[in-house]
């Protein structure tokens, strides 16, 4: 069945520096690809998504890659700000498919 | 206005009972969840429901039975509770059928079996 793999697990950077997180899935059918950020003890929330048909996606500090070859997205968050510390998940589906979850990754942004 | 509303937020409670946990939403979406997230933070897909019919029963014991009374409603009934199932459960909706949108999630029940 699909699988998403996400990296890595925790990530800890200074304010202001930018931070990555990896995802690959499995199903080469997959066509939708959201990332969400679950702050502590809250619900999480959708912060941007892209589809099969674009490679790349931005929203001002934040940004998605997609390759679809690889079967490989990305996360990227610039200029990172203590309010960015969360869990950040990134997910999988396809037509007619249940979306899949990655593991998370838990970011620290240190002042 | 709460668009997914859950209730109760906490739910404490001993091994063996039975208890239920309700969920509805007013954004007039046609499709419901409920995910479990464990202790390590993983999300997984327990049911959804579309138009209040069931579209995904994911391999979950059949102490867990989910009811949809309409499509703005899904609540959770647990029977013979065990220590395995402390978690914290959330509910979501999403406009379509399936997952290719957004998820609006509620804000989570945290059940606690002593």
């Known amino acids: 069945g699909e699988n998403v793999e996400q990296h890595p697990s925790t990530l800890s950077v200074q304010e202001g520096d930018s931070a990555v997180i990896k995802c690959t899935y499995s199903?080469?059918?997959?066509?939708?690809f959201p990332w969400y950020k679950q702050e502590l003890g809250k619900r999480p929330q959708l912060i941007i998504d892209?589809?099969?048909?674009?490679g790349e996606k931005k929203d001002q500090r934040i940004a998605v890659t997609l390759n679809k070859t690889a079967k490989h997205f990305s996360l990227h968050i610039t200029e990172t700000q203590p309010e960015d510390s969360a869990v950040y998940f990134c997910?999988?589906?396809?037509?007619?498919?249940?979306?899949?979850f990655g593991q998370g990754t838990e970011l620290s942004v240190k002042p | 206005d709460t668009a997914v509303s859950q209730t109760p937020k906490y739910l404490v409670t001993q091994m063996g009972n039975d208890k239920s946990i309700k969920c509805e939403q007013n954004?007039?979406?046609?499709?419901m969840y409920w995910y479990k997230q464990d202790s390590k933070k993983f999300l997984k897909i327990m049911f959804s429901?579309?138009?209040?019919?069931?579209?995904i029963n994911e391999t979950v014991p059949n102490r867990f039975s989910p009811k949809s009374p309409d499509k703005a409603h899904l609540n959770l009934h647990i029977n013979s509770l065990e220590l395995g199932d402390s978690a914290v459960y959330f509910c979501?909706?999403?406009?379509?059928?399936?997952?290719?949108?957004?998820?609006?999630f509620g804000s989570g029940t945290q059940l606690s079996v002593l």
């Open positions: 892209i589809r099969s048909n674009v």
């Open positions: 997910a999988a589906s396809k037509r007619g498919g249940k979306l899949i």
């Open positions: 954004l007039g979406h046609d499709t």
């Open positions: 429901y579309n138009n209040k019919e069931l579209i």
């Open positions: 199903d080469s059918a997959s066509n939708y």
């Open positions: 979501a909706s999403s406009r379509g059928g399936l997952t290719n949108e957004k998820l609006f």
